[in-house]
């Protein structure tokens, strides 16, 4: 992709990953894009660097535009190696250039690379870098999602250059918001929010609140976010501020997820009369099976439903690996906001669901007890406590959805 202007003299520079299927165990089946951004001012001034292996793509960019020596700032801010594995590459083509990071950043620039002859400048919130016409503002993140984290704000431009917030993990020809929902819709665009949220920012609701009310206090006049992965959001910036405080706040659709795996399919069989026991009861359902679903897919269909159902078969007295994983992945993501309850079968002693019930309470969610399962594969009897036990559950995630 040519560079593109997105502000006056302010231009985008990246790379677009159509390749990448593994972001660090998060499937992105829709690629990325690695953003960063040049400011040809009096000072030029370039804004985060790209992943290493497309340091030729930016760098082309960037003498597109100029001669990369003649860059006399480089702003870091995020040192994630999608985003600052490149510094190296454009320090070598512009060693007179001064650094702006978080002290953190600088501590973990230092631990990958040999910073010794490289002029490093921390800066906190509300330091300023003028580069001529432009003013750029820092505005320190840290947790979202990285201790080191921070945004920058231009403010002649009501631009703001906002790291992995707001982000999304679509490789696209299209750079803005508005070209991309001419090209493919507004409901794959708001899933592409949600799914990067839900899998990178979810334990940060509380951040992300304070943030955005910081923000607005400061009194910071925004008319387009320019994130570092994803389209950049000059049309329905209100729209994706008012998104990200709903996320905070655990948003979520009056549905419930099946989450599930199954060894023999008696597991996958109890789903049945689960699933119409909810839709009887008025609510929306959706059944995700874990070994078919990439992981970061389930997140997301947990996030977005209010009440969730686990089932696993036991296996050695404890869940089902599948299960125990998303678990484990899930208890990292620290939810809050949501109902859960369990279901499975067994052929000894049991164990799983008793096991899923703990997970759920180290999570502190809201728990519908105890749960069922039943004994190798259900009865006729054992479907209709199925369809109870769904219906009931459904009824308690109607009454939990009410308090929100």
């Known amino acids: ?23 660090h165990g998060y499937v992105t089946p829709n690629g990325t894009t690695y953003n960063n951004y040049l400011i040809k001012d009096e000072e030029i001034t370039l804004v985060d660097t790209v992943k290493y292996d497309f340091k030729r ?45 978080t002290k953190k950043g600088k501590a973990g620039i230092d631990r990958h690379f040999d910073t010794s002859d490289w002029n490093v400048k921390i800066v906190k919130t509300g330091d300023t870098l003028k580069t001529g016409k432009y003013t750029l503002t ?26 992995d917030a707001f982000g999304q993990h679509l490789a696209t020809s299209s750079r803005f918001d508005d070209e991309f929902v001419e090209c493919a819709s507004h409901s794959e665009l708001d899933h592409a929010v949600v799914e990067y949220y839900a899998n990178i920012l979810m334990p940060f609701g509380p951040l992300i609140k304070r943030k955005i009310e910081e923000v607005q206090n400061l009194g910071l ?44 399919h008696s597991t996958e069989l109890m789903t049945l009369p689960l699933m119409q026991g909810i ?35 036991t296996l050695n007295n ?39 019930y703990e997970e759920f309470k180290k999570m502190k969610l809201e728990t519908v007890e105890p749960g069922i399962q039943v004994n190798f594969k259900p009865s006729v ?6 369809y109870e036990f769904a219906r009931d559950f459904a009824k308690k995630v109607k009454e939990y959805h009410s308090t929100f």
């Open 57 to 101: 793509v930016t760098t082309e960019n960037i003498k597109s535009i100029c001669d990369p020596s003649e860059i006399r700032n480089l702003v870091i801010n995020h040192i994630e190696p999608d985003h600052a594995s490149g510094i190296a590459r454009i320090m070598n083509l512009a060693p007179d250039a001064t650094i702006y990071i």
């Open 138 to 163: 820092f505005l320190e993140t840290p947790m979202l999602h990285w201790p080191d984290s921070m945004m920058t704000y231009i403010k002649e431009a009501k631009l703001l250059i906002s790291q």
């Open 318 to 356: 404890i869940l089902y690996p599948s299960v125990a994983e998303f678990l484990t992945h899930l208890r990292g993501l620290r939810p809050k906001n949501r109902i859960i309850g369990a279901f499975g079968s067994y052929g000894w002693g049991g164990g799983a669901v008793k096991e899923a």
């Open 279 to 313: 839709r009887d009861e008025g609510v929306e359902c959706n059944v995700v099976k874990l070994r078919a679903t990439p992981m970061s897919a389930a997140i997301t269909r947990f996030w977005k439903s209010r009440g969730s159902l686990i089932g696993s078969p």
């Open 1 to 23: 992709m040519k560079t593109v202007e997105i502000k006056p003299d302010i231009y985008w520079v990246g790379a677009i990953d159509w390749a990448v299927r593994d972001f």
């Open 381 to 386: 009897e054992d479907e209709d406590k199925c």
């Open 221 to 264: 006049e925004i008319d387009m976010i320019a994130p570092d992965h994803g389209v950049i959001w000059r049309k329905e910036v209100d729209k994706i501020l008012q998104t990200y405080m709903d996320l905070a706040n655990g948003k979520a659709d009056l549905s419930v997820s099946i989450i599930y795996d199954t060894m023999w």
